[in-house]
């Protein structure tokens, strides 16, 4: 068995992905003694020494000589020569590898991860002639499952309580890719899918409840919006326009302060259309809660934007009405004009 020819550095966009350097430590440590970023991979929180002694083991993981070996790179960021995170390719057996990345919180949500890990797969599949990748995550690492899904992964296998892992048994997770799959055309049903998991979270966001609940999930509202994005509200009166952080913010407070209790909003029946990097999600959303003592359903329509980036489909804009006095979802009106049936006249 000869060893596998990579060819390094790895150029992406914005970022470079390298061998690591001694002069990494200050970026790696500042992320490997983070607990949120280590939650869900296999290294302990560390500090700078332990981060010192497993610089040193990277520094020597830069080929791929034999099966069991990983290959293990820093990705730098090109704009700032920092590093961000990692990136690993393990040469599993004859034609396959696992994939593996860690990010820093501060790079997370700019579509670096994906940028990295499709780099990767070009490495793999085009230049090593791998046939198979496989992932493997922990239960519970939804924005990883996210991300994976995203690059075209599917989930195999589900071991319940399948490794020890940081003191506890754990269910692993894993997902898999072939080469065919990866060059294969996107499938407008993945695209749907991700889509309307755009919208639960959106609605997802606004569930009353304690503070770090309802805080987390903002947070993942954050993630699947642009930081332009733009939310118009109508219902009735002149159009309210808000950006992402001006939108948050007053919801935050009626659902924490207990203003608004009990409530929680739904997705229904929806229409989406999808042309290469844009798309449009137009349908019926319900809600339901009790704010100062009375209860306040309601149900509409929303209208949402969005875009296709390296970090997956995200929300450009969005604009609702609710049902009211002479408005009802039962009036919704859905058609398809072209160019020539709007220029015909009557009669015509």
Request: hydrophobic share 40%.
């Amino acid at each position: 068995m000869t060893g596998l020819v990579v060819d390094l550095p790895i150029e992406t966009e914005r970022l470079l992905l390298r061998p690591h350097r001694m002069d990494d430590l200050d970026d790696l440590a500042r992320f490997h003694g983070d607990p949120e970023v280590v939650r869900y991979v296999p290294w302990p929180v560390r500090d700078r020494a332990a981060t010192e002694e497993t610089l040193k083991v990277k520094l020597t993981q830069t080929e791929l000589l034999a099966h069991g070996q990983w290959l293990v790179l820093a990705v730098e960021e090109r704009s700032s020569g920092r590093v961000i995170g990692e990136v690993l390719m393990k040469w599993a057996s004859d034609e396959q590898g696992e994939v593996g990345f860690a990010f820093a919180r501060e790079a997370q949500g700019q579509g670096y991860a994906a940028e990295a890990a499709t780099a990767m797969l070009r490495l793999a599949f085009d230049d090593l002639g791998f046939r198979r990748i496989t992932a493997v995550v922990v239960e519970g690492n939804e924005p990883s499952v996210r991300l994976l899904g995203r690059l075209g992964f599917r989930q195999e296998a589900r071991f319940v309580e399948g490794v020890f892992f940081k003191g506890a048994w754990v269910t692993q997770l894993v997902l898999a890719l072939t080469a065919d799959e990866w060059r294969s055309p996107r499938s407008p049903s993945s695209d749907t899918a991700e889509i309307q998991d755009v919208i639960r979270r959106f609605l997802d966001a606004f569930t009353s409840g304690p503070a770090a609940d309802v805080d987390a999930r903002l947070d993942d509202l954050r993630a699947v919006m642009l930081p332009g994005a733009v939310v118009v509200r109508t219902c009735g009166v002149a159009p309210e326009l808000d950006d992402v952080e001006s939108f948050i913010s007053p919801r935050r407070t009626i659902l924490t302060d207990g203003t608004l209790t009990g409530f929680s909003e739904h997705a229904g029946r929806g229409r989406v259309d999808v042309f290469g990097d844009v798309a449009h999600w137009f349908g019926r959303y319900t809600k339901d809660g009790v704010m100062d003592g009375e209860r306040i359903p309601g149900a509409g329509m929303k209208s949402v934007q969005l875009v296709r980036t390296a970090d997956g489909w995200r929300i450009s804009a969005m604009a609702w009405d609710d049902e009211r006095d002479g408005l009802a979802l039962a009036d919704h009106v859905s058609l398809d004009v072209t160019q020539s049936d709007s220029q015909k006249g009557p009669g015509r």
